[in-house]
């Protein structure tokens, strides 16, 4: 697929303890797609992952704006669950929803935007149900046991979807499409290397 230089960054929140192995399906074909991938801290001083990766935000959470923006991806962090020092993220996902910008939050993050009741009125999905109901939080009649669910503009995954969570932001951006999203699914998720032929025809492999 070619570049396309025009298209608004998509935004991927970083903050110690993120969960390394949960966006890098998404943020390495969105880049290949041609959308600038901005990195978004507490502030622009380094954080650590999980994976000791330290990791220079481009920008600050408070300088983000919805109308500069594809897209606010949210991956899973301990501090979701220890602390509410991540709860200004869950804020700004409000700030993006309410604005018509889609938010993606797989794992943790998840829980953070249930607090922050935006999965109170909306389909979506998490690790396991009890997960999200020890938040306290008015969805779970909304809850749906698969990998990842889009509701809108919001996409939710469990930690061990990373390939379901891509699929749904390919898919809610346009970035692959019918056999070619589901082929690029196939290749990722089951190792089908046939899917390989329908991803190079395309010219997306």
């Not at 889609?102 to 935007?113: D, N, R, S």
Request: proline share 5%; aromatic share 8%.
């Amino acid at each position: 697929m070619n570049a396309v230089t025009d298209r608004k960054p998509v935004h991927l929140a970083v903050y110690d303890t993120l969960a390394d192995w949960e966006t890098g399906h998404a943020t390495a074909h969105l880049a290949r797609a041609g959308y600038r991938i901005r990195t978004v801290g507490p502030s622009t001083d380094p954080v650590t992952s999980i994976g000791g990766l330290r990791i220079q935000p481009d920008t600050a959470l408070d300088d983000v704006r919805p109308e500069d923006s594809s897209l606010l991806i949210l991956p899973g962090a301990d501090l979701w669950d220890t602390t509410g020092d991540l709860a200004p993220f869950a804020r700004k996902a409000r700030a993006f929803l309410d604005a018509g910008v889609p938010v993606a939050a797989i794992c943790g993050a998840t829980a953070g935007l249930a607090r922050e009741g935006l999965l109170d009125d909306r389909d979506h999905t998490s690790a396991v149900s009890f997960y999200l109901a020890a938040t306290g939080y008015a969805g779970g009649e909304r809850y749906v046991e698969t990998d990842a669910v889009t509701d809108a503009n919001l996409v939710t995954a469990g930690p061990t979807e990373p390939v379901a969570f891509a699929r749904e932001i390919f898919r809610l951006l346009g970035v692959y499409e019918g056999e070619v999203l589901d082929a690029w699914y196939r290749l990722f998720h089951d190792s089908d290397a046939a899917a390989y032929a329908v991803l190079a025809k395309a010219g997306a492999a």
